[in-house]
């Protein structure tokens, strides 16, 4: 359960998987709050250290295209703007960079440690 009047959002989370291997995973955060739309993204990745650059991430997008397109026409990506290898998956999938910005104070990532976020719109 989330506050209706926060801005965190339901989210559903998904593993990768190779064979039988989870090797990362992926969430699709439902909903257009400020956190969403400027810092977090509807999508989040993690793939782990030992499968990372065999293209998971961008695969695991692909899956998820068409479960995405149920909600959205486009969904917001974003990035820590030194996460090169996140920025390469993004930029894989064909997303449109739209700006940099500043995290505001106040937002659940900036305590979290994010400073800064790459933004991006993806039509899945």
């Known amino acids: 359960p989330v506050d209706p009047e926060g801005e965190l959002v339901p989210f559903l989370h998904f ?3 190779v064979k039988e291997d989870i090797v990362g995973h992926i969430n699709f955060k439902i909903g ?7 810092c977090a993204g509807h999508i989040g990745y993690e793939v782990k250290p030992r499968y990372r650059g065999k293209g998971y991430a ?3 997008c692909q899956a998820l ?15 820590d703007p ?8 993004i930029k894989k999938l064909g997303a449109a960079f739209l700006d940099e910005i500043t995290v ?9 440690g994010a ?3 790459k933004r991006y719109r993806w039509v899945p």
């Open 82 to 89: 030194d996460n090169t290898p996140s920025i390469r998956t």
């Open 58 to 60: 961008f695969h695991a």
């Open 15 to 17: 593993n990768i998987l």
């Open 115 to 117: 400073r800064r976020k």
């Open 104 to 112: 505001p104070e106040d937002d659940p990532s900036y305590a979290a």
């Open 65 to 79: 295209a068409p479960f995405i397109r149920q909600f959205y026409h486009h969904v917001i990506l974003t990035s």
């Open 32 to 38: 257009n709050t400020r956190h969403i739309l400027v």
